[in-house]
C-alpha cells in the first residue's frame, strides 16, 4: 500500500487513463498521478508435437543402429528384443517436443537414413 508524501495517509486508487493511474491520498486529497507499466502477456498454451519413425518396411540392422541414436534409451535393451518391438509396429514414437526441436531431430533422423515424421 502507497503512502501520501505529505501526510502519510493512504493512497488509493482512482481512474486509469492509457498508462497513468491516478492515486488520492484518502485523508488529504493529494494527487498523484504515476506511470504504470503493463503486466507481461501470459505465455499461451505449449504446443508439443509427437515425432515418430515410420517402417516402410521391417526394420533393418542399420535401421536400429540409427534409431538408438536418436532414442539413447533404447541403448540398453537386447537387440533381439528392441527387433522384435519394432517389428511389431509399423512406427516408433520418439517423443513429444517444442516443434523446433522436432525439427531437428526429423532433420538428424533423415541424416542418419530414417523415415520421420511430426503429428
Request: one cysteine or more; glycine letters at 6%.
Amino acid at each position: 500500500m502507497s503512502r501520501c508524501p505529505r501526510c502519510a495517509g493512504e493512497l488509493r486508487f482512482r481512474e486509469r487513463r492509457g498508462m497513468l493511474e491516478l492515486f488520492v491520498c484518502s485523508d488529504c486529497g493529494f494527487e498523484q498521478w504515476t506511470h504504470a507499466t503493463p503486466p507481461p502477456p501470459t505465455p499461451g498454451p505449449v504446443a508439443l508435437v509427437r515425432v515418430v519413425v515410420k517402417w516402410l518396411a521391417p526394420p533393418s540392422a542399420t535401421e536400429i543402429v540409427a534409431l538408438r541414436q536418436l532414442a539413447p534409451e533404447l541403448a540398453d535393451l537386447p537387440a533381439g528384443t528392441l527387433l522384435k518391438r519394432l517389428r511389431e509396429a509399423p512406427e516408433y514414437e520418439i517423443g513429444m517436443f517444442m516443434p523446433e526441436k522436432a525439427e531437428e531431430i526429423i532433420s538428424h533422423g533423415k541424416r542418419l537414413g530414417l523415415v520421420l515424421e511430426m503429428r
